[in-house]
């Protein structure tokens, strides 16, 4: 294999990781405050996606850039009531009640967007500005590609600040440690909750819009997607936002691999990858292991 095209492979490995780990930071965020692993947060990108769809769709595609900010908020919408009317129940559940819920609103979700979009697969155009490759000595890349790159550089650095220098960061912070004391301490943490949940769905939605005009959407994007983004947060470590960033890399890197080697075994992959580093560490590279 000549280094140009070494070099295409890697970045497409980082463009698979970097669609990966903007999804996993909204499902690690959430677990880590909350204690939740939310099934229906893939419904929440496959959302995003069809929003983006119907945008376009329907302004043209001067619109994507408008779609790309509006339609991770109407999931952050969504994502505010499903907490409010469904989970809100549940906090106080064991794990299985929790994740029998969400894995309801999976269902739901997921019938009502087969209602809505229908069960044809629609496809997005990249902008115009992002169309095209760009060269690599004999080979080329797709610059939308190397947006998606970027798009998730800007989501990792914003949530590094959000959670380092900010209020909201420090409370969803000492949530994930104790949210007993926070709330002891006069700190709304139904309210917290809430926001972060929000969040969870945004970055989701965001996820979903941002990938859109790399692949056709249809209503098994939900269940095609959540998988790959458990295995990533269960890589990482459990809550942790820079294990879902590194957790995203290796799975892209395995993925990559699979398909330069044995391509028909490739989806197996990202399998390997989460048993090898379990087997080293099972609670994650980044998590904490459980206490009794």
Not at 64 to 78: C, E, N, Y
Not at 103 to 129: E, K
Not at 139 to 158: E, H
């Amino acid at each position: 294999m000549s280094v140009d095209s070494l070099v295409v492979e890697l970045l497409s490995a980082m463009t698979t990781a970097g669609s990966l780990f903007i999804i996993a930071a909204g499902l690690t965020l959430v677990f880590g405050a909350m204690r939740i692993a939310n099934i229906a947060h893939g419904s929440f990108y496959m959302y995003g996606a069809f929003l983006v769809s119907s945008i376009v769709s329907s302004f043209g595609g001067t619109a994507f850039w408008f779609s790309l900010a509006v339609a991770p908020m109407i999931v952050a919408a969504i994502g505010i009531v499903v907490e409010v009317t469904v989970l809100r129940r549940v906090y106080d559940k064991d794990h299985l009640t929790q994740l029998l819920a969400t894995y309801a609103l999976f269902l739901i979700l997921a019938d009502l967007g087969l209602r809505f979009w229908g069960a044809q697969s629609r496809a997005v155009p990249a902008p115009a500005i992002l169309s095209g490759s760009v060269r690599l000595g004999v080979a080329s890349f797709p610059i939308y590609d190397l947006f998606v790159v970027g798009a998730a550089i800007a989501v990792g650095a914003s949530l590094w600040a959000l959670l380092r220098f900010t209020l909201l960061g420090w409370r969803i912070l000492a949530a994930v440690e104790d949210a007993e004391m926070l709330a002891a301490k006069g700190t709304n943490v139904r309210l917290l909750y809430t926001t972060v949940f929000a969040l969870g769905a945004f970055l989701a939605g965001f996820g979903g819009a941002v990938i859109a005009p790399l692949q056709s959407i249809d209503t098994g994007l939900d269940a095609s997607i959540i998988v790959a983004a458990f295995i990533v947060v269960v890589i990482g470590g459990l809550g942790s936002v820079a294990g879902a960033a590194v957790g995203a890399v290796i799975v892209g890197l395995f993925e990559a691999l699979g398909i330069l080697w044995t391509p028909s075994w490739a989806p197996a992959y990202i399998y390997l990858a989460m048993i090898v580093v379990l087997q080293l560490r099972p609670s994650g590279l980044f998590g904490a292991a459980e206490t009794t």
